[in-house]
């Protein structure tokens, strides 16, 4: 072969060589998932969870076949699970579920005949239930909750139509109150989490449209503001790769900054997206492990999040994973 033919034919190979060796778009993401001990109950999606000090709680879900009533404790410490006092009250699923304290509240949920408006107390301490004042919005499916300056709230969600009323809930004189409304877009199967004292609920559906407007919630004046949409529809260059939107997804909060993932959008999701409160901004990071799923869980103490169960199509899953969020994942490399 001539020199001459030989400099072309690297010319052509060049760019391919380069293209191979290029990064997929998630390959320089950060972050590493990380899977640990699977669940020890029946794999179930839908299920509620909520977390005190450093044990997660799942509890009730849907098999595909059945609602489920169990209640199990993860201990992030020894990578363990613990069956614990099953809900009392009727089975279901897409109920919802958050903490006060060493306390644990869930609420509202379908048992594919009846939604529900019921609403009960953990102790973790002494491991039992106690049924509460009845939650007073509608009964309903697909909610939204978070424990915030002592006090429970519930909002959003489907009871045959689309919501976004709020109430608070007070433990100390068992009783609720109605709030402001979220602004913006009624909504069911958001997710939301709480940074610094505030709460932010973003994502879900409405009408058949994936929700984009995101809220924050201060709780000192009872009010709502609205921030930056996750989708691209400003004319600025900070959300032009932005991809946020999805319904039944979940978040959990490591080191004051919220994480997204899985859900769905027409197809399910496994991207995984950080939120900086500072800022406003989100940033793509390292896609979840596991099988691209929906309707899962989630857990966070604050410092470490796990996601656990969830669904695909009619699989129901039982591992659970760990987001590291300031590793990198070698395999990508």
């Given at each position: 072969m001539t020199h001459k033919r030989l400099f072309t034919l690297l010319l052509i190979m060049l760019p391919a060589i380069f293209t191979a060796c290029?990064?997929?778009?998630?390959?320089?993401?950060?972050?590493?998932?990380?899977?640990?001990?699977?669940?020890?109950?029946?794999?179930?999606?839908?299920?509620?969870?909520?977390?005190?000090?450093?044990?997660?709680?799942?509890?009730?879900?849907?098999?595909?076949?059945?609602?489920?009533?169990?209640?199990?404790?993860?201990?992030?410490?020894?990578?363990?699970?613990?069956?614990?006092?099953?809900?009392?009250?009727?089975?279901?699923?897409?109920?919802?579920?958050?903490?006060i304290g060493n306390k644990g509240y869930l609420g509202t949920g379908f048992d594919n005949e009846s939604y529900y408006n019921d609403f009960w107390e953990y102790d973790s301490t002494n491991?039992?239930?106690?049924?509460?004042?009845?939650?007073?919005?509608?009964?309903?499916?697909?909610?939204?909750?978070?424990?915030?300056?002592?006090?429970?709230?519930?909002?959003?969600g489907f009871d045959g139509n689309y919501l976004k009323d709020f109430y608070s809930f007070n433990p100390l004189s068992n009783s609720w109150e109605q709030i402001i409304s979220i602004g913006g877009s009624k909504r069911t199967g958001a997710t939301c989490f709480v940074i610094n004292d505030e709460a932010y609920v973003c994502c879900?559906?409405?009408?058949?449209?994936?929700?984009?407007?995101?809220?924050?919630?201060?709780?000192?004046?009872?009010?709502?503001?609205?921030l930056r949409d996750i989708a691209d529809t400003s004319d600025d260059d900070y959300d032009d790769d932005y991809n946020i939107v999805r319904t039944n997804g979940v978040s959990f909060v490591i080191d004051g900054s919220a994480y997204i993932s899985c859900?769905?959008?027409?197809?399910?999701?496994?991207?995984?997206?950080?939120?900086?409160?500072?800022?406003?901004?989100?940033?793509?990071?390292?896609?979840f492990k596991g099988t691209p799923r929906t309707a899962t869980a989630s857990f966070s103490s604050g410092e470490r999040g796990f996601i656990v169960s969830g669904k695909s199509s009619t699989l129901q899953f039982d591992d659970i994973w760990e987001l590291h969020p300031y590793e990198y994942d070698d395999e990508d490399y």
């Open positions: 290029s990064s997929d778009d998630d390959d320089d993401l950060i972050g590493k998932w990380y899977r640990v001990s699977d669940f020890d109950g029946l794999a179930r999606s839908d299920a509620s969870s909520f977390t005190i000090g450093n044990k997660g709680y799942l509890v009730c879900g849907w098999t595909g076949k059945k609602c489920l009533s169990d209640l199990w404790a993860y201990d992030m410490e020894t990578d363990s699970w613990t069956q614990k006092a099953s809900f009392p009250g009727t089975a279901r699923y897409l109920a919802t579920a958050f903490n491991n039992t239930w106690e049924q509460k004042a009845p939650f007073p919005g509608s009964a309903r499916r697909g909610a939204i909750s978070f424990g915030l300056g002592g006090k429970g709230y519930i909002g959003s879900g559906q409405n009408n058949g449209d994936y929700v984009k407007d995101f809220w924050k919630f201060n709780p000192s004046s009872g009010t709502w503001s609205q859900g769905e959008s027409g197809s399910l999701r496994s991207d995984t997206w950080k939120y900086n409160p500072q800022t406003d901004l989100w940033e793509n990071v390292a896609k």
